[in-house]
């Protein structure tokens, strides 16, 4: 506390919502992931890049909880959730939406929708609240509410899989190569709708990409891995302009 009273934090305490603690993740043979240290303030929309192979998705496995990792830690909040099961990390509010858009070809949007809030949002009302809220800012899923998953095209598919993770509001969103395969027209779209989430609702986003312009036009910082480490870590728009490193490590 200051002569004056004030109780004011000072200006270089940076709160950490998500942090990754030297971690070693691997699966036989050398670590694939390396001593990868992390911290990830809340809101931060933050691009993980690096050709293939460079540990991306395993990195995200590990912070869901589909991986356990050989050391280091996840915090989440502070707290160690590096040995917690998947379904613990996601009610405390970590959602993970897998590469590969999985919805349930046999349901409606809706009900697909329903199913990803049910164990999450209790009460019927509330789920059906969530849910409308979510048809504002996914329109395109609102006029297919009563299509099933396989008569969706990929960006619908895409586009549902990220409105089935953020049904049951969670802090930090774990997404892995959500354009992959997509028109650009598309990834456009889909880019747009999750920096509008981000920006309204404080979401904290961990975004691996190998179309790293689309994820960059997205995203506060850039994180580059390379052999399971970090070799940047900077301003997304710094990233973006920096030839050597995208020559490097980025492959364009
Ligand atoms: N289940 C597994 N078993 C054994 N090795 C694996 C497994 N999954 C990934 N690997 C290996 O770990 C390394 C990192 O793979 P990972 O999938 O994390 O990379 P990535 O950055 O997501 O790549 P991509 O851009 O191709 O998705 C690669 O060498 C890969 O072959
Ligand atoms: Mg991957």
Redesign the pocket.
Known sequence: MSAHGTTTAPATVTRTVLALDALTVG??GAP?VDRLTLDVAPGDVVALL??????????LRTVSGLLVPRSGRVLLDGDDLTTTPVEERARRGLAQVP?GRSVVAELTVEENLTLGALWKVPGRRARRAAIAELYEQFEPLARRRRALGHQLSGGERQMLALARALVSQPRVLLL??PSLGLAPRVVAQLMGVLRDTARRTGLTVLL?E?NVTSALSVADRGVV?AL?KVVADAPAADIAADPALRHAYLGF
Request: aromatic share 4%.
């Open positions: 699966y036989a694939v690096g050709a293939n192979g460079a540990g991306k998705t395993t990195l590469e892995d190569e691996a190998q891995l399971g």
